[in-house]
């Protein structure tokens, strides 16, 4: 075909072929442009059935004119052949570029919500894909992810219906028209490789499998032959996400397999769910937002497989005239790489506005969850409750650096104040000041002290921490380490610096939080660097809510904990993480009051936050307040479908309501296998189902006993076996395992009248009157 002429196409080269037929790579002799040429198979020129579906596809997805999904130009025909014209992709198949091990975890989540912007935009067509995989997938040049063939594999492939059982295990199966087994059989959904009718959710199931691939280099169902692949994919649960990738968070393991539920009603009903929960778990590991009384997995979030009826998000107050919200600006640079440097503007602009006392500013994880989503100003404002938006975008080239920054109210979406800064990269500090100080004159604020000032470190020292709280941010192993080494070098130019220090107390502390560095190890070096921050600057509120949270959360210092907290909240009043931790603090101390108000008082003025409501949930137990608890814990799912625990509280809730069938219900939609089983258990014995809880009571027993006996004691407790369940206790204490706050977990209540109960409070520091005796007052802003 190289050098013949199809119409007006001069064939240039030959690109590849696949299942649709062979693909050219051709010059459009009227437009002057060089185009993708698909040449289809020759009997579908005689099939004019499949001639006119795939027409009707053809314009369809011509019609979608999605960044993500490759542009289709033309259905034409010449001398009997028919064949699609398309945009040329200037970049490799994600086949041709994935390594063995995986990809590094920012880049799944990058290439993972594109794909779910792309199927979402189909699905919404009505358009199926049905042959999701790697070979299908290009990443050009500039990193933009395109899907290839949407909506048209159905369409190819010669009559015939069943499966070669010993053939190639990454063979196309063949393909007809309607009713056919159509897909690559290692990326089919159950209901395909079954000859059955597949709608969206097959897509959603191949999307599963695609990522699982892309996060680890391994399928998630293979054999030596397409039966053997196949009988996989009907019957095998995938081996965990983390046994292969230990630096990737369980969560996105959790999200993959309900995409690869066998059940099609039992996946993630629409790509814009996945999405949602890719981002939202995206921005939960760059904030590194925790709060003192979280357990070893307590507030992480989750994926549940339907969302819970028609929930009530609470109503919200009137934003206050006083609140601003700092969006990510846009990197405008040439190199995607400087995106670092802008989040990293973003970010400190949010660190210097938080000092202002009479200003709410939105959290980083709740601001930056808008990151790339294209909505309007009013409607982003309304979600956060936030009054003012603060944008821009940073072009930085060599040494300079422009800096656009436009501040807007929200309600009337009227720009009240624009500025480019265009300047060397020196003058960073001086710009972010100005930019302060203009959203201080705007919104009209009475200082009560000095101005912001964001200080001005050197540049070189600054530039490696702005580096540092990227890494910091990925979350991933290399990228803790990498963190750490960039802080290290910015304090070997600046021993004084501040930021850099709080920068690496906070790495140190996520990396001792997930297992990554000895939490003892872990944990001292973090207290070390935020107690050198507050020598240099004694009124950093970050550094002392760091440190209230290692002296509440691990060393169990509770006095020292109320200390820290209670000076980060004189600071900072209106900061949302201080606020968090703080709340913690009351938790755990017993103040439940104290503790709700914090959470509503939070939950008003950062609403996208499903962390705040799970939180809210748990002290609305405590308060006896069972109905309002139900009703957090479904608006946590309702900004984050599947928020970890949100099922599992519910359920726990129900029981102690006297509702064991509902509960049960609950327990099961609980996708964490450990809180799944747990609640299963508890609600199969109130249920009188011996077999069901024997089973679910071992499995949880084999997955938790050595490591977390914790676990198993809340079950002992619940079903009156005291003496086991004081034996894992104590055997939780001897070994170090972090209780947090788990001592007020509602399965205990069976041990409360046992005088080993206050025994083992008074030895873990929590008696009533060891918790009576730490002073923590609490008072909310204005």
């Known amino acids: 075909m190289i050098e013949k002429t199809l119409g007006h196409y001069q064939i240039l080269d030959k690109l590849g072929a696949g299942g649709m037929g062979e693909v050219y790579r051709a010059l459009d002799t009227k437009l002057k442009r060089e185009v993708a040429l698909k040449l289809l198979p020759a009997d579908m020129s005689t099939d004019a059935a499949r001639l006119e579906r795939l027409q009707r596809e053809a314009e369809t997805v011509a019609r979608l004119s999605h960044p993500h999904i490759v542009h289709i130009y033309s259905l034409e025909e010449s001398g009997g052949r028919h064949f699609l014209t398309m945009e040329l992709i200037d970049g490799e198949g994600l086949d041709k570029i994935l390594p063995p091990g995986g990809l590094p975890s920012a880049r799944v989540f990058d290439i993972a919500i594109a794909l779910c912007d792309a199927l979402s935009a189909a699905h919404e067509k009505g358009i199926v894909h049905r042959d999701?995989?790697?070979?299908?997938?290009?990443?050009?040049?500039?990193?933009?992810?395109?899907?290839?063939?949407?909506?048209?594999?159905?369409?190819?492939?010669?009559?015939?219906?069943?499966?070669?059982?010993?053939?190639?295990?990454?063979?196309?199966?063949?393909?007809?028209?309607?009713?056919?087994?159509?897909?690559?059989?290692?990326?089919?959904?159950?209901?395909?490789?079954?000859?059955?009718?597949?709608?969206?959710?097959?897509?959603?199931?191949?999307?599963?499998?695609?990522?699982?691939?892309?996060?680890?280099?391994?399928?998630?169902?293979?054999?030596?032959?397409?039966?053997?692949?196949?009988?996989?994919?009907?019957?095998?649960?995938?081996?965990?996400?983390?046994?292969?990738?230990?630096?990737?968070?369980?969560?996105?393991?959790?999200?993959l397999a309900h995409c690869m539920e066998k059940e099609p009603e039992r996946r993630y009903q629409s790509a814009k769910d996945i999405r949602n929960e890719l981002e939202a778990l995206r921005d939960e590991i760059r904030s590194g937002e925790s709060s003192i009384g979280d357990n070893r997995r307590a507030f992480e979030p989750d994926a549940t497989p339907v969302p819970p009826p028609e929930p009530a998000v609470p109503a919200r107050p009137a934003p206050e005239l006083h609140s601003i919200a700092v969006l990510p600006f846009v990197n405008m640079s040439s190199d995607a790489e400087q995106e670092y440097f802008s989040d990293?503007?973003?970010?400190?602009?949010?660190?210097?506005?938080?000092?202002?006392?009479?200003?709410?500013?939105?959290?980083?994880?709740?601001?930056?969850?808008?990151?790339?989503?294209?909505?309007?100003?009013?409607?982003?404002?309304?979600?956060?409750?936030?009054?003012?938006?603060?944008?821009?975008?940073?072009?930085?080239?060599?040494?300079?650096?422009?800096?656009?920054?436009?501040?807007?109210?929200?309600?009337?979406?009227?720009?009240?104040?624009?500025?480019?800064?265009?300047?060397?990269?020196?003058?960073?500090?001086?710009?972010?000041?100005?930019?302060?100080?203009?959203?201080?004159e705007r919104l009209r604020i009475t200082l009560l002290g000095e101005p912001p000032k964001s200080g001005a470190p050197d540049p070189k020292a600054h530039a490696l921490i702005m580096q540092a709280r990227h890494m910091r941010n990925l979350g991933s192993v290399e990228a803790y380490e990498k963190a750490v080494e960039l802080c290290r070098k910015a304090l070997s130019i600046?021993?004084?610096?501040?930021?850099?220090?709080?920068?690496?107390?906070?790495?140190?502390?996520?990396?001792?939080?997930?297992?990554?560095?000895?939490?003892?190890?872990?944990?001292?070096?973090?207290?070390?660097?935020?107690?050198?921050?507050?020598?240099?600057?004694?009124?950093?509120?970050?550094?002392?809510?760091?440190?209230?949270?290692?002296?509440?959360?691990?060393?169990?210092?509770?006095?020292?904990?109320?200390?820290?907290?209670?000076?980060?909240?004189?600071?900072?009043?209106?900061?949302?993480?201080?606020?968090?931790?703080?709340?913690?603090?009351?938790?755990?101390?017993?103040?439940?009051?104290?503790?709700?108000?914090?959470?509503?008082?939070?939950?008003?003025?950062?609403?996208?936050?499903?962390?705040?409501?799970?939180?809210?949930?748990?002290?609305?137990?405590?308060?006896?307040?069972?109905?309002?608890?139900?009703?957090?814990?479904?608006?946590?799912l309702t900004l984050s479908p599947g928020y970890i625990t949100s099922q599992f509280f519910i359920g726990m809730v129900l029981l102690l309501k006297g509702e064991s069938k509902a509960a049960l219900a609950a327990f099961q939609k609980e996708l964490d296998d450990d809180y799944r089983l747990k609640g299963i258990a508890l609600a199969s014995y109130e249920l009188g189902r011996r077999a069901e809880f024997e089973a679910a009571f071992t499995r949880l027993r084999d997955r938790c006993e050595d490591a977390y006996p914790s676990e198993i004691a809340q079950v002992y407790a619940w079903i009156g076996d005291a003496d086991a369940a004081f034996n894992c206790l104590d055997r939780a204490v001897s070994q170090g395992e972090a209780l947090g706050d788990q001592f007020l977990q509602p399965s205990y209540r069976n041990l409360h009248d046992d005088p080993r109960w206050h025994a083992f409070l008074e030895k873990t520091g929590k008696a009533p009157e060891q918790l009576a005796a730490v002073t923590f007052q609490v008072t909310l802003p204005a």
Not at 404 to 409: C, G, R, S, Y
Not at 411 to 430: K, P, Q, V, Y
């Open 494 to 636: 600046d021993p004084q610096y501040a930021e850099a220090l709080i920068t690496l107390a906070a790495t140190y502390t996520n990396q001792a939080s997930k297992g990554l560095r000895d939490p003892g190890e872990g944990f001292r070096l973090a207290r070390e660097a935020a107690q050198k921050v507050l020598a240099i600057d004694p009124d950093c509120a970050r550094a002392h809510s760091m440190l209230g949270w290692i002296s509440g959360g691990y060393d169990g210092d509770l006095a020292t904990a109320a200390r820290h907290m209670q000076r980060a909240l004189a600071l900072e009043p209106t900061n949302s993480a201080v606020i968090g931790n703080a709340s913690g603090l009351a938790t755990f101390l017993g103040r439940t009051d104290d503790a709700i108000a914090l959470d509503e008082y939070r939950a008003a003025r950062d609403p996208v936050s499903p962390n705040t409501h799970v939180k809210l949930g748990l002290d609305y137990i405590s308060a006896g307040r069972l109905d309002e608890a139900i009703s957090a814990f479904r608006t946590s």
């Open 344 to 440: 990293g503007i973003s970010e400190e602009l949010l660190n210097l506005l938080s000092k202002v006392k009479q200003l709410r500013v939105t959290s980083r994880s709740s601001a930056f969850s808008f990151k790339g989503q294209n909505l309007e100003i009013p409607e982003i404002a309304g979600r956060l409750n936030v009054a003012h938006i603060l944008e821009g975008s940073v072009r930085k080239a060599g040494n300079r650096v422009r800096v656009t920054a436009q501040l807007i109210e929200a309600a009337a979406d009227i720009h009240l104040w624009s500025e480019t800064f265009d300047r060397t990269l020196d003058d960073i500090f001086a710009i972010q000041d100005e930019i302060a100080a203009v959203v201080v």
């Open 132 to 255: 999701i995989k790697p070979a299908n997938v290009m990443v050009t040049s500039g990193g933009r992810v395109i899907v290839l063939d949407f909506g048209l594999a159905k369409q190819a492939g010669p009559s015939k219906d069943t499966i070669p059982p010993e053939s190639s295990t990454t063979e196309i199966l063949p393909l007809t028209g309607e009713g056919a087994i159509m897909g690559t059989v290692p990326y089919m959904s159950p209901e395909q490789f079954r000859g059955l009718e597949a709608d969206h959710r097959s897509d959603i199931f191949s999307l599963g499998i695609l990522l699982y691939e892309l996060a680890t280099g391994k399928k998630p169902f293979e054999g030596a032959t397409l039966s053997d692949v196949g009988a996989s994919i009907l019957r095998d649960t995938p081996p965990l996400l983390t046994q292969y990738r230990p630096d990737l968070p369980r969560h996105l393991g959790r999200i």
